[in-house]
């Protein structure tokens, strides 16, 4: 039988009240609140937390303070992969960014998500779906990378996106929902 962790990870109905999931947010919270204190300054400091905080990073990867997920273990970033101000990953399934991708302040990267009948919510029943965003990817300030998208190498977001559906690599898109720009 699994575990709600394991139903959430692999993107199945699960409780967001489960004991084990409520410990796991609150030590992310922990781990946020100490890091989002911290400025480039403190170089030697940030490190140790990143490395706590996320499921893997590659080298020299930034994150511009404050930063803001939900359990942090599910992200995965490549090498020199930047977000600036202000970001969050809602990440109750993994979240793979590759390396040399840049995301604009205020990205929201959403992996949860919730059922669609009435029943379901009310009986406290969330889900969610894996997010993969490729290499060399650029991501304009504000948008929004819905569950379940794949992002394809030296894609382009638009400022202010709504990523509904995968985009194709090369490809720029940008509006809402996102089209591609011909």
Known sequence: MKTEMEKMIAGENYRPGDPELVAARARAQQL????????????????????????????????????????????????????????????????????????????????????????????????????????DVWIGGGALILPGVTIGDDAIIGAGAVITRDVASGQTVAGNPARPLH
């Open 32 to 135: 946020m609140a100490a890091y989002n204190v911290t400025t480039v300054a403190d170089g030697e400091a940030r490190g140790p937390i990143l490395d706590a905080l996320l499921g893997g990073r590659g080298k020299d990867c930034a994150i511009r303070a404050p930063f803001y997920v939900d359990y942090g273990t599910n992200i995965f970033l490549g090498d020199d992969v930047f977000f600036n101000y202000g970001c969050t990953v809602l990440d109750i399934c993994p979240v793979r960014i590759g390396d040399r991708t840049q995301i604009g302040p205020m990205t929201q990267i959403l992996a949860a998500d919730h059922p669609r009948d009435a029943a379901s919510r009310a009986a406290f029943l969330e889900f969610g779906q894996p997010i993969t965003i490729g290499k």
